[in-house]
């Protein structure tokens, strides 16, 4: 089998973070959320990978590379726009030739990983397997109906839901799914849906089983969304205090401390990541907490969020929370009289004030 990764939607539910850079890339517990895909394809023995990439394509080649670092071997396939999912398979049939394949949305995670799943449409005779996640809220997904173990109809965004259940980000096809792409016409929004696609298998007579993900399953495309997802894999993490830290300061639980990472007369509550080259002076950094590499925590108070490499927090009054802070940001206190908030920020951001 081989792995298909879709990494070039422009994520604009993330912005302004994703104005700058791949959303891909941005980090669950101090590891960019595209790595924990390739890392679920190549536990489940998959290590031709393709990745479908977009306006990002350098970041993303960069980060990833020729894939040695995750035991794959790594094809890019560029995408002029985003056209799709379907648009995705498209692009890639000299890359699939024939072979089964993982289709995986760059930005989904599952804390379990693909394992079984793999398994399973490996040792069966289905032409497609689909992923299913039971929603409280299936009219905002693609939604699946079930008969005697199958697959019968894939609706996208029901007013009337047929079930609970909605399509995520993980699929597997054989090669029969190339027909049905090469065919397709684009949606209402000018898209090859991934929808379209398990429908026109299942019309063809073709079998299409579903399997139900019991585990966390997350698609990381909104900062809540994010903040869930780092807080489950911080829960999963053992402590390893590799850093400098002084007698001055407390370190409680689970808690990971970079080699090269210092902290002075502060206090870290677990679970919680401070990445290499990361100083703390006088400060707490609370709960499900990220902290990327090179930043600079001051006298500040901070839980479950996640801040970027390069930033600065020094001197804040009041304790941030629920927060996700790109690269290189400084949020410090003004020294002027009189008190004013002074804002530099980008489109679609959102501040909270008291």
Known sequence: MKGLVLSGGLGTRLRPLTYTGAKQLVPIANKPVLYYALEDLVEAGITEIGIVVGDTHAQIREAVGDGSQF??????????????IAHGILIAREFLGDDPFVLFLGDNFLREGIVPFVEAFRRGDANAQILLYRVRTPQDFGVAELRDGAVVRVVEKPRDPPSDLAVIGIYMFDRHVHDIVANLQPSGRGELEITDTIQ????????VVPQIV???????????????????????????????VDGDSQVHGKVIIAETASVHNSVIRGPAIIGPGTRLHDAYIGPFTSIDHDCLIEACEIEHSIVLDGSRLIDVPGRIEDSLIGRNVEIVRSPNKPKAYKLMLGDFSRVEVL
């Open 71 to 84: 035991g794959a071997r790594v094809t890019y396939l560029e995408q002029d726009a985003p056209r799709g």
């Open 200 to 207: 026109g298998l299942i019309d063809q007579g073709k079998r």
């Open 214 to 244: 019991s585990g966390w399953w997350i698609d990381t495309g909104k900062k809540d969304d994010m903040l869930e997802a780092n807080r489950l894999i911080l829960e999963t993490l053992d402590r390893d205090v590799a850093g400098t």
